[in-house]
C-alpha cells in the first residue's frame, strides 16, 4: 500500500492508542484521514490485485474490503463498493467509525430504533436522516442500535468510501435489518457462513442425530457457535 496509507495506520496506531473515548477517536480519525479523501489513488495498487483475481475476500459484506487491522487490535480501515443499481441491507455496526467519500455519491438513510431489542428477530425502526456524501465529505459512525443505516450509490456509476473502525463491542457478525416486515437477521462473515447455515438447517431436522452435533458443536467452547446453539435450543432463531 502507498506511502501516504501507510503514514495514515501508523499515525492512528500511535493516536488512538490508550483513547477510549468514542467522540475522541472519531475526531482523531477525521483528521488524520483528509489526505486520503484528496486523492483516492492510494487505492490503486490494492484494486488492481483485486481486480487480478489474487485477493480473496473475508469480510461480513460482499461489498467490503479490508484494508488494514491495527496490530493492536485498536481499529480496521475498510474500502466499501457501492455499485449502482445494487441494493444493501438495513444494518449495524459493533463499533464506533468514521467514513469518508472518496468517488462517487452515497445516499445514506439512518434510523432509531422505536423497540427496546428485547425480541431476537425483531426491531421496528423509523427513519430519522437521508443525505448525500460527495468526495471529501465524512460521516460518522455508532455502534449497534445507535448506529443503524443504509448506503448506497446515489448515481449510476460505483462509489468508494473508507470506513475506519474502532474495536467492536459486539464480535462475530452484524445485524441486519428489514424495516418494512420489522425484522432483524445476523449476517456472518463467510468464515463462519457454511457453520450458520448447517446449524439453522438442523434445526429444522430435529432428531436425536441432530441434538448430537449441537452439544458438540456447543462443547467447542466458541462463544459465537455456543450463542447460536442457544438460540436455536430457545427456538429463538
Ligand atoms: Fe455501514
Redesign the pocket.
Given at each position: 500500500m502507498s506511502d501516504i496509507f501507510q503514514r495514515y495506520c501508523s499515525n492512528l496506531e500511535q493516536r488512538l492508542a490508550g483513547v477510549a473515548d468514542e467522540e475522541e477517536s472519531i475526531a482523531i480519525v477525521s483528521e488524520e484521514v483528509l489526505p486520503l479523501l484528496e486523492d483516492p489513488s492510494f487505492l490503486t495498487e490494492k484494486l488492481a490485485e483485486m481486480a487480478e483475481g489474487k485477493t480473496e475476500l473475508l469480510a461480513t459484506d460482499s461489498n467490503d474490503v479490508t484494508l488494514y487491522r491495527s496490530s493492536q487490535g485498536l481499529f480496521s480501515v475498510r474500502l466499501f463498493v457501492w455499485e449502482p443499481f445494487v441494493p444493501y441491507p438495513v444494518?449495524d455496526?459493533g463499533s464506533w467509525g468514521l467514513l469518508g467519500c472518496l468517488t462517487g455519491e452515497v445516499l445514506q438513510t439512518k434510523y432509531r430504533r422505536l423497540d427496546d431489542g428485547r425480541e431476537e428477530n425483531t426491531a421496528h425502526l423509523e427513519e430519522t436522516e437521508k443525505g448525500v456524501l460527495r468526495p471529501g465529505e465524512t460521516g460518522k459512525?455508532y455502534p449497534l442500535d445507535r448506529g443503524i443505516?443504509h448506503?448506497e450509490s446515489g448515481g449510476n456509476k460505483t462509489a468508494l468510501t473508507l470506513h475506519t473502525y474502532g474495536a467492536p463491542v459486539r464480535k462475530g457478525y452484524i445485524r441486519g435489518f428489514v424495516p418494512h416486515r420489522k425484522t432483524t437477521y445476523r449476517i456472518f462473515p463467510p468464515k463462519y457462513g457454511p457453520r450458520v447455515i448447517g446449524l439453522n438447517a438442523l434445526s429444522s431436522i430435529p432428531t436425536a442425530e441432530t441434538r448430537e452435533v449441537f452439544d458438540r458443536v456447543e462443547k467447542e467452547g466458541h462463544p459465537l457457535m455456543k450463542e447460536m446453539i442457544q438460540l436455536i435450543k430457545s427456538a429463538r432463531l
Open positions: 444494518h455496526h459512525i443505516h448506503m
